[in-house]
């Protein structure tokens, strides 16, 4: 099913977004910026799990959501990132990523989603435990990454939010 609203398209990225991916996630400046290489690569491996949004009127990606289903666990979808880009926030757009990723034949059997967030990072709290109530569901924020375990100094931890099981 395509989410569409007036000003945007959500659909699946291609190889072709890496490099867009990449742009967004360094210009929201608060999320870990990784190799463009990586972006590209995520971009065409993982599209069934992964979603951009395109602004219509500018056909510039504005929203980017990676996951992949967990390798040890198929029942659970792995945020990586979620970036919007400051013009298109307020919109709900983080929240429509999601919902579309759900409702994808590639996560038919997914009952929970994971993802790693930092203590201050308020907007992905706020998502993702706007999931577990809009779902009416469970969530659990438990310890994961210690600022110790990242070779650079200065990181915070990264706590894992799991919000499910799903009824789908």
Sequence with gaps: MQITTTEFHFRKPNKEDGASA??????????DL???????????????????????????VVGFISGFIHPEKPDTLFIWQVAVHESARGNGLATKMLLQLLDRSACNDVEFVEATVSP?????????LGLARKFETNWKISDYFTAEDFPESGHEDELLFKIGPFEK
């Design 22 to 31: 990449w742009e967004l996630v360094k210009h929201t400046g608060n999320l």
């Design 34 to 60: 990784n190799s463009s290489y990586s972006y590209l690569m995520w971009c065409e491996m993982f599209s069934d799990t992964s979603i951009v949004v395109v602004r219509k009127d500018t056909q510039k």
């Design 120 to 128: 201050s990072n308020t907007p992905s709290k706020r998502l993702f």
